[in-house]
Nanobody, 124 residues
Framework: VQLQASGGGLVQAGVSLRLSCAAS????????MGWFRQAPEKEREFVAA????????HFADSVRGRFTISRDDAKDTVYLQMNSLKPEDTAVYYC??????????????????WGQGTLVTVSS
């Protein structure tokens, strides 16, 4: 599966942005789709994930209540809606897929396909 993330950009604090991740080159029959981010000089961290079978979602504490995740299986695409953006949300955002149910909880090592990343910069 190849993943193509898009939708990043430079925005001011408080606005919204929606990221998209399109899958290709294989079936979209993965159990979990997730979003991660990596800020400069920091480790990659989990942001959000959604499961295919039941649509369950899970979010990092830092984004819960501001971000939502959704998927459109007909389009083989997962979305990350980011509201009330803060400067600390600045990072490269990556989408990833996993065949493991436990990946819903953000276990990075369970994800086996990664997109190339899209940069989100939030100015104060």
């Amino acid at each position: 599966v190849q993943l193509q993330a898009s939708g990043g950009g430079l925005v001011q604090a408080g606005v919204s942005l929606r990221l998209s991740c399109a899958a290709s080159g294989g079936t979209f029959n993965t159990y979990v789709m997730g979003w991660f981010r990596q800020a400069p000089e920091k480790e990659r961290e989990f942001v959000a994930a959604i499961s295919r079978n039941d649509g369950n979602t899970h979010f990092a504490d830092s984004v819960r209540g501001r971000f939502t995740i959704s998927r459109d299986d007909a389009k083989d695409t997962v979305y990350l809606q980011m509201n009330s953006l803060k400067p600390e949300d600045t990072a490269v955002y990556y989408c990833a897929t996993s065949p493991h149910p436990l990946a819903l909880w953000g276990r990075t090592n369970l994800y086996n396909s990664w997109g190339q990343g899209t940069l989100v910069t939030v100015s104060s």
